[in-house]
């Protein structure tokens, strides 16, 4: 069993940055795949970014540039960086795992075996 535990969301101005962390515990957080999703009100809960245990990263087109994924192994904690953050960014952000790793790129939802509570993220214009 892993568990997860995002923290850093708030509120903050279009333009501003965030952090997100997500920290694991359980498992061995060693060769795993650490992803990141969104899902904001009335909508489909869609894919941010991806982390695998290998170093490989994939994001959503619409987001490269400005979110950034990263781990601490020694911490077993992931980040998500947010920089210069948009009104529709609006989301709660939820963290998952996948593990054992079975595939790559992993991007769609089901791929996720955990998953967090996720953590609120407000941009205002």
């Known amino acids: 069993q892993v568990h997860l535990v995002e923290s850093g969301g708030g509120l903050v101005q279009a333009g501003g940055s965030l952090r997100l962390s997500c920290a694991a515990s359980g498992r061995p957080f060693s060769r795993n795949v650490m992803g990141w999703f969104r899902q904001a009100p009335g909508k489909e809960r869609e894919f941010v970014a991806a982390?695998?245990?290998?170093?490989?990263?994939i994001y959503t087109d619409s987001l490269k540039g400005r979110f950034t994924i990263s781990r601490d192994s020694a911490e077993n904690t992931v980040y998500l960086q947010m920089n210069n953050l948009k009104p529709e960014d609006t989301a709660v952000y939820y963290c998952?795992?996948?593990?054992?790793?079975?595939?790559?790129?992993?991007?769609?939802?089901?791929?996720?075996?955990?998953w967090g509570q996720g953590t609120q993220v407000t941009v205002s214009s």
């Open positions: 998952a795992c996948e593990f054992p790793p079975r595939t790559w790129p992993n991007t769609q939802y089901r791929d996720y075996d955990y």
């Open positions: 982390l695998h245990w290998s170093g490989l990263t």
